[in-house]
T-cell receptor
Framework: ELKVEQNPLFLSMQEGKNYTIYCNYS?????LYWYRQDPGKSLESLFV?????AVKQEGRLMASLDTKARLSTLHITAAVHDLSATYFC??????????????FGKGTLLTVNP | DTEVTQTPKHLVMGMTNKKSLKCEQH?????MYWYKQKAKKPPELMFV???????INESVPSRFSPECPNSSLLNLHLHALQPEDSALYLC?????????????FGPGTRLTVT
């Protein structure tokens, strides 16, 4: 059974600082996703990472994927308060037969303080 | 149009009520999903429909009954729910479930069972 582990689960940062969230998964995967979720809201897709060495950047967030190490990172540069949210990584993998399903990490609750 | 819509946004129901959640997409996707998300937890997959047929049931209690009337619509019929079923219910769709395709999430229905 696929396991997806995120760390840290809680992250309190000061504005202007940098930090990285890690996502490890246990078996071969076809795709890895990063989502943002604000309280009471749905999931917002941030990045889709398809292949080994993939790196994507949007604003202050940058995501990378190392399929050999089964590791993805979400790097935050010069954090601002608006980045406060819960961040989930999710791995797409075959689930018996020909169906695929997403397995989510537990999420990282990010709080950016002034 | 990359939108998945869900109605209602909020629902309060008693344990003896029968209600339904509705999800709709017009992206031509052939796979649709129901997820349940409790507070401060990741989404948990409940059901997957592929080409209007149920392909994954994650051992969900029978008080939840999914229905896929056509390729654009997905319903979740609720009957005799328990207070612990209170959660955010998310619908998603993707091009197919037999491959690693990105899922697009709706805004969710916040369900409270009293």
């Amino acid at each position: 059974e696929l396991k997806v582990e995120q760390n840290p689960l809680f992250l309190s940062m000061q504005e202007g600082k940098n930090y990285t969230i890690y996502c490890n998964y246990s078996t071969t995967s076809d795709r890895l996703y990063w989502y943002r979720q604000d309280p009471g809201k749905s999931l917002e897709s941030l990045f889709v990472l398809l292949s080994n060495g993939a790196v994507k950047q949007e604003g202050r967030l940058m995501a990378s994927l190392d399929t050999k190490a089964r590791l993805s990172t979400l790097h935050i540069t010069a954090a601002v308060h608006d980045l406060s949210a819960t961040y989930f990584c999710a791995v797409d993998s075959r689930s018996g037969g020909s169906n695929y399903k997403l397995t989510f990490g537990k999420g990282t609750l990010l709080t950016v303080n002034p | 149009d990359t939108e998945v819509t869900q109605t209602p946004k909020h629902l309060v129901m008693g344990m003896t009520n029968k209600k339904s959640l509705k999800c709709e997409q017009h992206m031509g996707h052939r796979a649709m999903y129901w997820y349940k998300q409790k507070a401060k937890k990741p989404p948990e997959l409940m059901f997957v429909y592929s080409y209007e047929k149920l392909s994954i049931n994650e051992s969900v209690p029978s008080r939840f009954s999914p229905e896929c009337p056509n390729s654009s619509l997905l319903n979740l019929h609720l009957h005799a729910l328990q207070p612990e079923d209170s959660a955010l219910y998310l619908c998603a769709s993707s091009q197919s479930s037999t491959g690693a395709y990105e899922q697009y999430f709706g805004p969710g229905t916040r369900l409270t069972v009293t």
